[in-house]
């Protein structure tokens, strides 16, 4: 037979078109797509099921060492058990510089922490947090060659952030290699000022995190993050938007022809600053994150970026703190000031069915630009595409077939390692029936079954969300 396998009778969606089509498969890759298709090895009968593309889950945070005693739960194998059951088939982690540590270490580092653990393809964005001269001048370079092409820097964070002329410095470096930076824009002397202040007053419960950082922090940061991308000439991608004013910038900057990216996140679709509590109570923690979910009307504002075009891609910012103790949101079981709580909510699993259930089937998106913004611009960003993220003879047979259907969201059904998920009795319509890893089923809408180490690490060529622009 000509294929190992035939997804038959499938309702193919890609970010451009939707159309019926077998799709055959041979080493793990797309070879034939169309009405008919001969025999496979295996047949997979969709019946007329919506089929996209594996989701490309481009910021998620996989075993990073944090500052003691804080960990990550989910390493590389639950971490990407958790995507793979939820639909997502490649993953960016992140390859984080301490200071004082050379980025070489740091990646190579990252290999030990993943090589052999992961069930889906990966590839590392590295985290640069001490640019040195060597960094920037041999390090960051020979990196990006080697298929580390994007990076994340950040305004705030103590033991992260980067100052304005930092911040040229490396983007300076994207703009010369054709890197993709990524900006986490929060003012950082803002919010520590506001947070001295609340804890002077004695308000450190968890609600108080969104206190300390509201709109204008993120506002200022992101306006900043794009005149310094804007002096260098460089493109950026400004992470994990949580409203209106940040949005506000972002319109600024393309309606004057800047290539200013931007990503959002489930979290300010779906929850509020009132999910981090409407009075002391600790639960709150378990949706702390930066920037902090905003209210309803913020919400829209970010649906409304979705459906025209201001979001580029949608990732989940996973971030697997548990919240009873292994040292996370309580670490050493104790309820700590909201300055302790470590940042990040996990999301890996139910980025994909939250965006599918409200966005496509709640009539807010449609159905090819969910594929667009959950796989194909990703790929493209990264330097992944046309491999990954789209449905296309030669790309990688990475696929979802989705089942319609109404559930309820339970962490006892999810397959991270975190002991909670912010969505606890969430509705949805629709999840995975079946995800498909390079032709291989490693979710069959009950079972995971996948082997560890199957997921193979992936060298990223430079993004192509639009050509280069060529310069003499
Ligand atoms: O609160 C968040 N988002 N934590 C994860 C790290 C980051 O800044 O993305
Ligand atoms: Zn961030
Ligand atoms: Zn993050
Ligand atoms: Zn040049």
Redesign the pocket.
Known sequence: TPFDLVVRNALVATAADTFPADIGIRGGRIVQLGEGLGAGAKEIDAAGRVVTPGGVDA?C?LDQPMEPPVRMADGFDSGTRSAACGGTTTVIP?AAQAKGQSLRAAVLDYHSRSEGRAHVDYAFHLIVSDPTPTVLKEELPSLIAEGYTSF?I?M??DD?KLDDGQVLDVLDIAREHGAMAMI?AENADCIEWLTKRLEAAGRTAPRYHAHARPMLVEREATHRAIALSQLVDVPILI??VSGREAVEQIRWARGHGLQVYAET?PQYLFLTAEDLGIDDSYHGAKC?????PRDKANQEVIWDGLADGLFTVFSS?H?PFKFDSPEGKKPEGKEVPFRHI????PGIETRMPLLYSEGVLGGRISLNKFVELTATNPAKAYGLHPRKGTIAVGADADLVIWQEGERTIRNADLHHDVDYTPYEGQRVKAWPAMTLSRGDVIWDGTNFTSKTGRGKFLRCGVPTLQPRRRHG
């Open positions: 910021h945070h992140f994340k950040y705030t964070y992260l986490h992470v994990h996140c702390v994150c930066s920037p902090p910012d971030a470590p940042n990040g909510i």
